[in-house]
């Protein structure tokens, strides 16, 4: 990334780089999109360092990681995804890309009791008439019917370890 660039410029950057990485995704070219959301990510967290109080690309960083950790899981990268996933819910945490990639991953890895918790804290964030909680939900179920929905939510820390 460049160092030194304006403000102006990141911006260009993070939004070129984002409509590619979205453009690759959706072209199934997975690798060249991780490339391409890495470098908006850097762009944005550029622009963040230069503002100093955070900049505002909360948001926008919440959806490139969202779309990085997709990317990741039809790589199968699955730790590097859950990772992605972890920490845009992080800065958004009722972003439901992330939800679903991040229980998709634990659940390819086998990971149940892991993949119960943020079924968990889905249901709490959007509650059960969310049509992706209700699918995860059921899923779950299906996954480990002996750990029930309604048992007490985790705290969201437990939410966001691996």
Same mark, same amino acid.
């Given at each position: 990334m460049q160092f030194g660039a304006t403000p102006k410029r990141l911006e260009e950057i993070l939004n070129r780089n984002r409509i590619k990485g979205t453009n690759m995704f959706c072209s199934r070219q997975f690798v060249r999109a991780v490339d391409e959301l890495s470098a908006a990510?850097?762009?944005? $967290?550029?622009?963040? $360092?230069?503002?100093?109080?955070?900049?505002?690309?909360?948001?926008?960083m919440a959806v490139l990681l969202s779309s990085r950790a997709a990317c990741l899981l039809e790589l199968g990268d699955y730790r590097a995804a859950i990772e992605d996933?972890?920490?845009?819910?992080?800065?958004?945490?009722?972003?439901?890309?992330?939800?679903?990639?991040?229980?998709?991953?634990?659940?390819?890895?086998?990971?149940?009791?892991?993949?119960?918790?943020?079924?968990r804290a889905a249901v709490r964030v959007f509650g059960h008439s969310n049509p992706v909680v209700s699918s995860?939900?059921?899923?779950?179920?299906?996954?480990?019917?002996?750990? $029930?929905?309604?048992?007490?939510?985790?705290?969201?820390?437990?939410?966001?370890s691996n």
């Open positions: 990510l850097e762009a944005a $967290s550029q622009l963040d $360092s230069i503002a100093g109080d955070g900049g505002g690309h909360e948001q926008v996933g972890d920490r845009a819910l992080e800065r958004k945490p009722n972003h439901v890309q992330a939800w679903v990639t991040k229980c998709a991953c634990l659940d390819t890895l086998g990971l149940a009791e892991e993949y119960a918790r943020p079924v995860l939900s059921t899923q779950a179920m299906a996954t480990r019917p002996e750990d $029930s929905l309604e048992a007490p939510l985790i705290a969201t820390d437990e939410v966001f």
